[in-house]
């Protein structure tokens, strides 16, 4: 069933909210997303910030001990201008360059997306850069599934249960995997980037409404613990902590965990394969946490998984 549901609410935390719609396993959804600022398709800010979410979606069936598949149809921007900071993060340089950076309360930028041309072009302030024009990319930075024993966890950041995690490959066609907390697993979403580099190094993608369609999946008795995830190209597994060496070691444990237990791998076989075809990628080094993205070829799996 196709189900189409515009938010009337909106929250700042992924946790144990009432549901907003019902859904069963195997739906999909179509619904709008504010910007990270609460602002709507008409740049009207109908909520606050940071990170408002749309949902959460009960999904019928999903217990504890599931998991749920949420794929991405479709990421569409539903208005003409995104924003961004201006100035990196202070985290992000070195200590004795901080005094260097600009006062990041100094405006932000405004960016044209032209869906049809799928280009994002800078309009303001005026720089060097003059009308930069970059390719649309858009991706969902914070989503997930209600936490562990009724906690409600701020949008600001993530967990095991998903949240703020600002990796630019949440496109189209992915689909992401978490461990199910909650009945109905409460699933929550928005914050889309029309574009954001890796790493989300000024603390901002380009801000933007959007319409998302998703479809969902429960998945009986796995047991995955951190997100994972797979597109065309890769499986890939999230680890969201800091230090960014924790966020790493996350990501790497759940990688091992998944090719052993859905690929048939032993502890020397994972260490041979890893160790040597693996691929790291930054989601975010800007939030409270930070997100480190594990990920293996399929190309590589399919040598042995014919």
Same mark, same amino acid.
């Given at each position: 069933?196709?189900?189409?549901?515009?938010?009337?609410?909106?929250?700042?935390?992924?946790? #144990?909210?009432?549901?907003?719609?019902?859904?069963?396993?195997?739906?999909?959804?179509?619904?709008?997303?504010?910007?990270?600022?609460?602002?709507?398709?008409?740049?009207?800010?109908?909520?606050?910030?940071?990170?408002?979410?749309?949902?959460?979606?009960?999904?019928?069936?999903?217990?504890?001990?599931?998991?749920?598949?949420?794929?991405?149809?479709?990421?569409?921007?539903?208005?003409?201008? +995104? #924003?961004?900071?201006?100035?990196?993060?202070?985290?992000?340089?070195?200590?004795?360059?901080?005094?260097?950076?600009?006062?990041?309360?100094?405006?932000? +930028?405004? #960016?044209?997306?032209?869906?049809?041309?799928?280009?994002?072009?800078?309009?303001?302030?005026?720089?060097?850069?003059?009308?930069?024009?970059?390719?649309?990319?858009?991706?969902?930075?914070?989503?997930?599934?209600?936490?562990?024993?009724?906690?409600?966890? %701020?949008?600001?950041?993530?967990?095991?249960?998903?949240?703020?995690?600002?990796?630019?490959?949440?496109?189209?066609?992915?689909?992401?995997?978490?461990?199910?907390?909650?009945?109905?697993?409460?699933?929550?979403?928005?914050?889309?980037?029309?574009?954001?580099?890796?790493?989300?190094? %000024?603390?901002?993608?380009?801000?933007? %409404? %959007?319409?998302?369609?998703?479809?969902?999946?429960?998945?009986?008795?796995?047991?995955?613990? #951190?997100?994972?995830?797979?597109?065309?190209?890769?499986?890939?597994?999230?680890?969201?902590?800091?230090?960014?060496?924790?966020?790493?070691?996350?990501?790497?444990?759940?990688?091992?965990?998944?090719?052993?237990?859905?690929?048939?791998?032993?502890?020397?076989?994972?260490?041979?394969?890893?160790?040597?075809?693996?691929?790291?990628?930054?989601?975010?080094?800007?939030?409270?946490?930070?997100?480190?993205?594990?990920?293996?070829?399929?190309?590589?799996?399919?040598?042995?998984?014919?």
């Amino acid at each position: 069933m196709i189900h189409t549901f515009k938010p009337s609410r909106y929250y700042n935390t992924i946790g #144990w909210h009432e549901p907003a719609l019902l859904i069963h396993d195997g739906d999909t959804v179509i619904t709008s997303c504010v910007c990270a600022a609460g602002m709507d398709e008409h740049e009207k800010t109908i909520t606050q910030r940071p990170n408002p979410m749309s949902g959460p979606f009960y999904i019928e069936g999903a217990q504890p001990g599931d998991t749920l598949a949420v794929t991405f149809d479709r990421i569409t921007p539903n208005r003409p201008f +995104g #924003w961004t900071r201006n100035v990196l993060a202070q985290n992000v340089v070195d200590p004795d360059y901080v005094h260097r950076l600009p006062d990041r309360s100094a405006g932000v +930028g405004r #960016w044209q997306a032209d869906v049809a041309a799928g280009t994002a072009t800078l309009v303001s302030p005026e720089t060097k850069l003059g009308t930069l024009s970059l390719p649309l990319n858009p991706m969902v930075g914070c989503f997930g599934v209600a936490p562990a024993l009724g906690q409600a966890i %701020s949008t600001a950041t993530s967990a095991e249960h998903g949240g703020n995690m600002d990796y630019n490959g949440f496109v189209a066609g992915v689909t992401v995997y978490f461990a199910v907390n909650a009945p109905g697993a409460l699933f929550h979403l928005g914050d889309v980037h029309a574009v954001q580099g890796d790493g989300e190094i %000024s603390g901002t993608g380009i801000e933007i %409404s %959007s319409e998302i369609q998703f479809t969902v999946r429960v998945l009986k008795d796995t047991h995955n613990i #951190w997100p994972r995830g797979e597109n065309v190209d890769y499986i890939f597994t999230c680890g969201n902590a800091r230090p960014l060496d924790q966020a790493l070691q996350h990501a790497t444990t759940e990688m091992s965990r998944w090719l052993m237990a859905d690929y048939g791998l032993d502890g020397v076989a994972v260490g041979l394969l890893m160790g040597q075809a693996v691929k790291y990628e930054i989601g975010n080094v800007f939030d409270p946490a930070y997100t480190v993205v594990c990920k293996m070829p399929k190309k590589i799996l399919a040598q042995f998984t014919h």
